[in-house]
């Protein structure tokens, strides 16, 4: 089944641990994308990748850290340093001349 | 800066109404617009687009209209159906290099049976 895999959908971690939030896509697009939901705020760029081995910051990317080590996967890891981690994130891909974004089922990640 | 400004927090419709969604951007680099819809807890989903070669696009009940000079497009849905109700955000992006979306605040439409 084709597609955007984000994993898990509810993650629940205790305050200045780190968490790493999976995203997997198999429709073979180059560009992928982490994105964050508040409420009130819109989605929030927080790092993208345009290529394997490569990735830059969004506007938002303090405390986040990412990795494309494969096409298919880009990891994002919450570290302890992010203030407010409990959020809505989504994970995006796009293939190269397609003007759309394609979204994955996103994670909420609640930090206690 | 808000690049790309939905200023209408919230939206309520009768069941069989025209609903009208607007946004403002600021980019004059932004050459495609994009309509998401999204439900709670769940990640949005491709609604509608725009080339700013074009000022209108219609899909079915969906038609985007884009103004250009005054920076401004609106998303309209005739008719509104209770289904229709979610949060519908407008994106834009600078198609050269496939860079990032770049989404407005989202605006909560409610069709009321």
């Known amino acids: 089944d084709g597609g955007i895999t984000q994993s898990p959908k509810y993650l629940f971690r205790k305050e200045g641990q780190n968490v790493t939030l999976s995203c997997e896509q198999n429709?073979?697009?180059?560009?992928m994308y982490w994105y964050r939901q508040d409420p009130g705020q819109g989605l929030r760029l927080i790092y993208y990748s345009q290529i394997v081995n490569d990735f830059q910051k969004g506007d938002i990317a303090e405390g986040y850290s990412v990795s494309r080590e494969k096409k298919e996967s880009f990891p994002l890891t919450v570290t302890s340093a992010q203030k407010n981690p409990t959020a809505f994130y989504l994970c995006?891909?796009?293939?190269?001349?397609?003007?759309?974004?394609?979204f994955g089922q996103g994670t909420r990640l609640t930090v206690v | 800066d808000q690049q790309v400004k939905q200023n209408s927090p919230s939206l309520s419709v009768q069941e069989g109404r025209i609903s009208i969604l607007n946004c403002d951007y600021t980019?004059?680099?932004?050459?495609?617009f994009l309509w998401y819809k999204k439900y709670p807890a769940e990640g949005p989903t491709f609604l509608i687009s725009i080339s700013s070669i074009k000022d209108k696009n219609e899909d079915g009940r969906f038609t985007v209209f884009l103004n250009k000079s005054a920076k401004h497009l609106s998303l309209h849905i005739v008719p509104s159906q209770p289904g229709d109700s979610a949060v519908y955000f407008c994106a834009a992006r600078v198609t050269s290099g496939n860079t990032p979306l770049v989404f407005g605040k989202g605006t909560r439409l409610s069709v009321i049976a």
């Open positions: 995006a891909t796009a293939g190269v001349g397609n003007t759309e974004a394609f």
């Open positions: 429709l073979n697009h180059d560009a």
């Open positions: 980019n004059s680099m932004f050459d495609y």
